[in-house]
């Protein structure tokens, strides 16, 4: 259960200025219980559909108390069932107008019914070719040119890790200004070069002997890929002298 600041305003609360949380205190809510979640992926799923947080005047969110736990919702749907985030849309909007639905599975099919799929690890969410097609609504021709300029890799079995949607839905919406996916393999690149970076870090502690160590490693690398996305974030706006709400 995600815990919010008191005097946090609920679903159906009118709520106060002192009741809204700006995202950076999000941000630290939800860590508690998502590690990996930014800035960026919150800002994501609200321009996905899946939260709809208040603006001051000035632009800046403000988001209520159930506003965090509709993102708990959103992030846990994602992280243990594998969800594209077009099937979790339509499955909270059912919640919500009350009707009562089974969460959705997201697998192969066996005589018309669903079977769930176990990851080949607890961390290992995954989505089938036609299931990112369907959620970041682009075409067959689409995907393979991004996969031609390494914007998405398959996995070996054919399916793709799931935070390929927030990579998919980030090229579609920065298509919208113009930018194409070839202009795009400058920013690839370079989070090639810091996967390496961090990669070289852990690296001793992936190959010790003890058991122990080699689970920090996970740990370690989650923690320095936070570093870096936040780094990275800081030197696009510097460089571009502008400050993100």
Same mark, same amino acid.
């Given at each position: 259960?995600?815990?919010?600041?008191?005097?946090?305003?609920?679903?159906?609360?009118?709520?106060?200025?002192?009741?809204?949380?700006?995202?950076?205190?999000?941000?630290?809510?939800?860590?508690?219980?998502?590690?990996?979640?930014?800035?960026?992926?919150?800002?994501?799923?609200?321009?996905?559909?899946?939260?709809?947080?208040?603006?001051?005047?000035s632009g800046y969110r403000k988001f209520s108390a159930?506003?965090?736990?509709?993102?708990?919702?959103?992030?846990?749907?994602?992280?243990?069932?594998?969800?594209?985030?077009?099937?979790?849309?339509?499955?909270?909007?059912a919640v919500e107008r009350g009707e009562a639905v089974?969460?959705?599975?997201?697998?192969?099919?066996?005589?018309?019914?669903?079977?769930?799929?176990?990851?080949?690890?607890?961390?290992?969410?995954?989505?089938?070719?036609?299931?990112?097609?369907?959620?970041?609504?682009?075409?067959?021709?689409?995907?393979?040119?991004?996969?031609?300029?390494?914007?998405?890799?398959?996995?070996?079995?054919? @399916?793709? !890790?799931? %935070? *390929?949607?927030? =990579?998919?839905?980030? /090229?579609?919406? $920065?298509? &919208?200004?113009?930018?194409?996916?070839?202009?795009?393999?400058?920013?690839?690149? @370079?989070? !090639?070069? %810091? *996967?390496?970076? =961090?990669?070289?870090? /852990?690296?001793? $502690?992936? &190959?010790?002997?003890?058991?122990?160590?080699?689970?920090?490693?996970?740990?370690?690398?989650?923690?320095?890929?936070?570093?870096? =996305?936040?780094?990275?974030?800081?030197?696009?706006?510097?460089?571009?002298?502008?400050?993100?709400?």
């Amino acid at each position: 259960m995600l815990r919010t600041p008191s005097g946090g305003a609920g679903h159906g609360t009118a709520a106060t200025d002192s009741g809204l949380m700006s995202i950076g205190t999000v941000l630290n809510v939800l860590r508690d219980e998502f590690p990996e979640v930014t800035i960026s992926k919150i800002r994501f799923l609200e321009a996905e559909g899946l939260i709809e947080p208040q603006r001051t005047p000035s632009g800046y969110r403000k988001f209520s108390a159930h506003d965090v736990e509709r993102l708990g919702h959103v992030l846990r749907m994602q992280r243990d069932h594998y969800l594209p985030l077009k099937v979790i849309r339509e499955h909270l909007e059912a919640v919500e107008r009350g009707e009562a639905v089974q969460l959705p599975v997201v697998g192969r099919q066996r005589d018309g019914e669903p079977v769930a799929e176990a990851p080949e690890a607890p961390t290992a969410a995954r989505i089938g070719r036609a299931e990112l097609l369907a959620a970041a609504g682009i075409d067959e021709q689409e995907l393979k040119e991004w996969e031609s300029y390494g914007l998405l890799t398959p996995l070996e079995e054919g @399916a793709y !890790d799931a %935070e *390929a949607v927030t =990579v998919a839905s980030l /090229v579609v919406e $920065l298509g &919208r200004f113009g930018i194409e996916p070839r202009h795009l393999r400058a920013m690839k690149a @370079a989070a !090639d070069r %810091e *996967a390496g970076l =961090v990669d070289q870090v /852990v690296a001793p $502690l992936r &190959r010790h002997r003890n058991p122990q160590t080699r689970a920090h490693a996970e740990a370690r690398t989650k923690e320095l890929a936070g570093l870096t =996305v936040r780094l990275h974030a800081a030197l696009v706006q510097t460089a571009l002298g502008v400050r993100l709400p």
